[in-house]
Antibody, heavy 118, light 110 residues
Framework: MQVAESGGGLVKPGGSLRLSCAAS????????IHWVRQAPGKGLQWVSS????????SFADSVKGRFSVSKDDANNSLSLQMTSLRLDDTAVYYC????????????WGQGTMVTVSS | QSALTQPPSASGTPGQRVSFSCSGS????????LHWYQQLPGTAPKVLIF???QRPSGVPDRFSASKSGTSATLAINGLQSEDEADYYC???????????FGGGTKVTVL
């Protein structure tokens, strides 16, 4: 069971980027999927969570209104659409999986780096 | 400023016992199960302790954790060089309506 993130890169302030989280070895839609980011040299920061059914969706205040999530059950993947990017969005973005929204994040991807810079 | 407070650092010599805290409030630790993650340098975090005090298979039994009220403690008994890492506590927060992480504790083996 593993997940892999992709889509990171360099983007200018105000720009957009779409990250993907692809699952293998299990069905993504039966788990809760989280995005967690880590700015260079800093700690872990929660970004967003969505339940497998999509009935629960939540965002951190720092990204609310700018980030959105979409599920692609056919391709067993999830996307994080990031718009109006700011310098402080620069971070490694991890996709992580838990059984329920409150249980531990048992599976983590390797992360994808997003750099917002002019 | 995280809703969960951890000391930024802890250290010990090989074989020593090291412990550190994670302090929260009634909207997070006081109400929900707590987990601990270990992040080795340059790698993604991995779950070290789940549901307050449960170790996943493969995690050495020198790692233990407890929770009481609105705080929790992670202990490493018999510190080893490979334990040098960042450790994060995490739980659900009703105010955020999402998970919250502590600021992390960097463990150094002297």
């Amino acid at each position: 069971m593993q997940v892999a993130e992709s889509g990171g890169g360099l983007v200018k302030p105000g720009g957009s980027l779409r990250l993907s989280c692809a699952a293998s070895g299990f069905t993504l839609s039966t788990y809760t999927i989280h995005w967690v980011r880590q700015a260079p040299g800093k700690g872990l920061q929660w970004v967003s969570s969505i339940s497998g059914s999509g009935s629960f969706l939540s965002f951190a205040d720092s990204v609310k209104g700018r980030f959105s999530v979409s599920k692609d059950d056919a391709n067993n993947s999830l996307s994080l659409q990031m718009t109006s990017l700011r310098l402080d969005d620069t971070a490694v973005y991890y996709c992580a999986i838990s059984g329920t929204k409150q249980s531990s994040f048992d599976i983590w991807g390797q992360g994808t780096m997003v750099t917002v810079s002019s | 400023q995280s809703a969960l407070t951890q000391p930024p650092s802890a250290s010990g010599t090989p074989g020593q016992r090291v412990s550190f805290s994670c302090s929260g409030s009634s909207s997070n630790i006081g109400k929900h199960i707590l987990h601990w993650y270990q992040q080795l340098p340059g790698t993604a975090p991995k779950v070290l302790i789940f549901s307050n005090n449960q170790r996943p298979s493969g995690v050495p039994d020198r790692f233990s954790a407890s929770k009481s009220g609105t705080s929790a403690t992670l202990a490493i008994n018999g510190l080893q060089s490979e334990d040098e890492a960042d450790y994060y506590c995490a739980t659900w927060d009703d105010t955020l309506n999402g998970p919250v992480f502590g600021g992390g504790t960097k463990v150094t083996v002297l």
